[in-house]
């Protein structure tokens, strides 16, 4: 019974991966999509994020290896001009990026750690950028502000959507604890700058 459950939700997360990968769905969204897919009913048990991590890094590795590197670079390369320019607020990047899973397809997603929730909002209005204004659910599960900034990238040619989550200064010791694969969950522009260095090398 185990087995049948461990191959189905591989196979869901096959199918997810995929979604992911080539359409820049989220994981919970392509996961329930992937069910929906598949034809199973809907209280059918979803697989992990990790496991669905590791299937997308295969969808990669299968289909996209010869096109995915440079996205993620033109992707690092564009979070890292936003960081330098929202400094104060010490900005950490997150999500596919990060992590190196993401390709043309992926949003950005950078957690803002401000004194002031309110103050990265009035950056942007100081400095004419359009935005939208939203919220999100944070790591602990709370609604957290989010606001979205549609982004030019040169080197894709295309437009990207970078989504900037405001949190109170305090949160920023939590947001740097290990992941479940003992990986740091977010990193800063510093951190970012040596992920594009040990790619360049």
Known sequence: MNANRDDLSAEIAAVAA???????????????????????????????????????????????????????????????????????????????????TATRHSDIYMQLFCDDPKSAEWALLDHRVEYHPGSVNGWRGETVDALTVRLRSQALGQWVLLHLMVHDLDDLRGALKPDSQGRKPRGDAEAVRALLAEEAA
């Not at 999509?33 to 890094?57: C, F, I, S, W, Y």
């Not at 996205?71 to 596919?96: N, Q, T």
């Open 18 to 100: 995929r979604l992911v990968v080539e359409e820049g769905q989220e994981y919970a969204a392509a996961k329930r999509h992937a069910v929906k897919q598949m034809g199973l009913p809907t209280r059918t048990a979803l697989p992990d994020n990790d496991l669905l991590e590791a299937a997308v890094r295969e969808h990669i590795a299968v289909f996209c290896a010869d096109t995915q590197p440079a996205e993620l670079r033109a992707l690092r390369e564009l979070a890292l001009v936003w960081m330098d320019r929202l400094r104060g607020f010490r900005p950490h990047l997150g999500g596919a990026v990060w992590h190196g």
